[in-house]
């Protein structure tokens, strides 16, 4: 009995490992097909922003980059039906999606390293 609990328990643990990735690989593919984007330079010229669509409908991707090196700093995917809108630069963050609630929709200025981490991935 204890040698099927620890298999179902491994059969388990390799399905949502599949299963994640398989969602993870999709997304990165459906990111890199990004079309149509727009850039967008801060105020204080050291932030560059970049709104473009997505494959799907009404997906949207948001991109930070720093100017003088062109490092991607940040990534956000979301919801929107019209992407190309100007963006909201504010010394302590940049708001990427106009229609979002509470404090979605924006990234911190400078942006966190877990921000910068998740920018590495692809």
């Known amino acids: 009995m204890m040698r ?7 059969l388990l643990v390799i399905l949502v490992a599949l299963v994640s990735s398989l969602i993870y690989g999709c997304n990165a593919l459906n990111r890199s097909a990004r079309y149509q ?19 799907r409908e009404y997906g949207a991707l948001f991109r930070l980059y720093e100017a ?9 995917k ?28 924006v990234v911190d200025l400078p942006p966190t390293w877990l921000d910068r981490v998740r920018a590495k991935l692809p």
């Open 4 to 10: 099927l609990v620890k298999f179902l328990a491994k």
């Open 37 to 55: 984007c727009e850039q967008e330079r801060s105020h204080t010229g050291q932030y560059i922003g970049e709104t473009c669509f997505l494959p």
């Open 68 to 76: 003088r090196t062109g490092e991607l700093l940040a990534e956000r």
């Open 78 to 105: 979301y919801i929107e039906p019209e992407p190309h809108k100007n963006l909201i630069w504010n010394p302590i963050f940049v708001q990427y999606d106009l229609g979002a609630t509470e404090n979605n929709g």
